[in-house]
């Protein structure tokens, strides 16, 4: 099976930056997308950004276009969400995941497969 633990999560002002990342161990041969999810206080969770097993192709939730960015290094079996110019309701806990197919298709999670156990990212305004 395969693990997923991510990293750098904290507090930032607003406006700030912060990157997560999340590597994969395990069974990690073969070839998968993934994806980042987050749960906002009191919400339910929501797609955040996917990206494709090669890395050409990516997908953002329409309320982080231009802000995040997803990239992977499949060398270290890491993915990566670059989050820029922060804001109060960018607040959540952060989840990465993993779906047992190349490419992305929908935003849901029941696509995914493995999930990683959360950063919390709290920005303050």
């Known amino acids: 099976q395969v693990q997923l633990v991510e990293s750098g999560g904290g507090l930032v002002p607003a406006g700030g930056s912060l990157r997560l990342s999340c590597a994969a161990s395990?069974?990690?041969?073969?070839?998968?997308?993934l994806g980042w999810f987050r749960q906002p206080p009191g919400k339910e969770r929501e797609f955040v950004a996917a990206i494709s097993s090669s890395g050409t192709i990516t997908k953002y939730a329409d309320s982080v276009k231009g802000q995040f960015t997803i990239s992977r290094d499949n060398a270290k079996n890491t993915v990566y969400l670059q989050m820029n110019s922060l804001k109060p309701e960018d607040t959540a806990v952060y989840y990465c995941?993993?779906?047992?197919?190349?490419?992305?298709?929908?935003?849901?999670?029941?696509?995914?497969?493995?999930w990683g156990q959360g950063t919390q990212v709290t920005v303050s305004s």
């Open positions: 995941a993993l779906r047992g197919a190349a490419w992305i298709t929908g935003t849901g999670e029941y696509e995914y497969d493995r």
């Open positions: 395990g069974r990690t041969s073969g070839s998968y997308a």
